[in-house]
Every structure is written in structure tokens, then in C-alpha cells.
């Protein structure tokens, strides 16, 4: 079953948390998770703007 664009922006920020956890934020993976987590966040955000202007639930 594929996760929703939410549920994908949820793990991977849990994912990003368990990693930042004890390391530097400039840390070379917390920076790659939280470059992925922007990507979802910002499709995320434009297909909730897409669905507000056809009139459907945002």
C-alpha cells in the first residue's frame, strides 16, 4: 500500500528526529532528510492549493 504524501512528510520526520538526536544539525544526513522533507512538505502544500481551487476539501 502506497503512503499518502501526510503520512510520507510523518516518517521522515520521525526519521530526521531520531537521527538529529545527538548529532550536529549541519550533519550530513539530518541535512538529506530534511532536503527530502521539504520536497513532500512543498508537494504537499501544492496539492492542497490545487484541490482549494477546484472547490473540493483543502
Known amino acids: ?28 544526513r539530518v541535512i ?4 527530502k522533507l521539504d520536497v513532500l512538505i512543498n508537494e504537499f502544500y501544492a496539492t492542497r492549493k490545487i484541490k482549494g481551487r477546484r472547490g473540493g476539501p483543502v
Open 32 to 35: 538529506g532528510v530534511s532536503e
Open 1 to 28: 500500500m502506497k503512503l499518502t504524501v501526510y503520512e510520507q512528510i510523518e516518517e521522515l520526520r520521525l526519521q530526521m528526529q531520531r537521527i538529529a538526536s545527538g548529532k550536529d544539525l549541519t550533519d550530513t
